[in-house]
């Protein structure tokens, strides 16, 4: 079977509330950025693109020898980035975009490819992401590690911080250690360019500004995600500088 063809958009902002200047963070000596582009272009990726709206961060990219973008301050989300890159770039509606965020430096090419197939061997749906199974207490009632439900088919019912499926003949005084049931979202999407039309036009949805969970949005504007389930889970990102050090940890042990 021919590998499909996909590009990679990798929205990086400066400003972070929680850790600014993340993306230029040194991990064994090289900007967290730089990690990930070249984590992205290992996929088989045919363009990797990172789209910001910092000069620091485009001077950083260009000099790894990678592409980069100057895109609006104003833009409310990762996605709505990315459309900005989709139409400047003139992508067909059926080019296929992976969004890899830009605090992922281990990401994994293999899901990647996980990502891109589960999308391509159906057509419900014109957006696809991956999850993992939840196999720690701890994990299921973290209000940061968001959890989906699936149908049979493996489309998103619904996204949420919650426990959710809820056991209601155990929770929460008993649970139940096998916990295969339970899903982890990994914020790693792909999707066809005409979908990115769609989304820059969609209202923001009630129950999106109560979870603050940007993917609620497409659930309530009628559209299907499909979920591709992937094991091991995937290694963390950077949310902040204690990440950073367990990430440098990781890579360390690995060079």
């Known amino acids: ?31 967290m950025i730089v990690h990930v582009c070249q984590r992205a272009t290992h996929s088989g990726a ?5 789209a910001t709206d ?3 961060i485009i001077k950083t990219v260009q000099q790894a020898g990678y592409q980069a973008m100057m895109t609006r301050e104003d833009h409310a989300s990762g996605t709505d980035r990315i459309a900005e890159v989709a139409d400047k770039e003139g992508w067909t509606d059926e080019t296929i975009v992976v969004n890899i965020q830009g605090d992922e430096p281990l990401i994994e090419p293999s899901n990647i490819e996980t990502l891109v ?5 159906q057509s419900t749906a ?10 720690e207490i701890s994990e299921l009632f973290d209000p940061n590690a968001v959890k989906v439900v699936t149908n049979h088919k493996s489309y998103a019912l619904y996204f949420s911080r919650a426990a959710i499926p809820w056991d209601r003949d155990r929770f929460p005084d008993e649970i139940d250690t096998k ?4 899903q982890r979202h990994i914020g790693l999407y792909a999707y066809r360019a005409a979908f990115l039309k769609r989304y820059i036009q969609m209202q ?7 979870e603050k969970l940007e993917q609620l949005r497409i659930l309530w504007n009628s559209e299907s995600i499909i979920v591709a389930s992937v094991s091991p889970a995937p ?19 690995i060079q």
Do not use: W
């Not at 197939?117 to 061997?121: E, H, M």
């Not at 014109?126 to 196999?135: C, E, G």
């Not at 916990?179 to 339970?182: F, M, V």
């Open 1 to 31: 079977m021919e590998k499909p063809s996909f590009n990679v958009v990798i929205p990086a902002r400066y400003a972070s509330s929680r850790f600014p200047g993340k993306p230029l963070q040194l991990i064994c000596g090289t900007p």
């Open 46 to 50: 045919k363009q990797v693109i990172v």
């Open 54 to 56: 910092d000069r620091r």
């Open 117 to 121: 197939n589960a999308l391509i061997l």
């Open 126 to 135: 014109d957006i696809a992401t991956i999850a993992t199974p939840i196999t």
């Open 179 to 182: 916990l295969a049931q339970h």
């Open 204 to 210: 923001s949805a009630p129950i999106e500004a109560l």
């Open 235 to 253: 290694a963390i990102g950077v949310d902040t500088p204690e990440d950073l050090v367990r990430v440098e940890q990781i890579m360390s042990a």
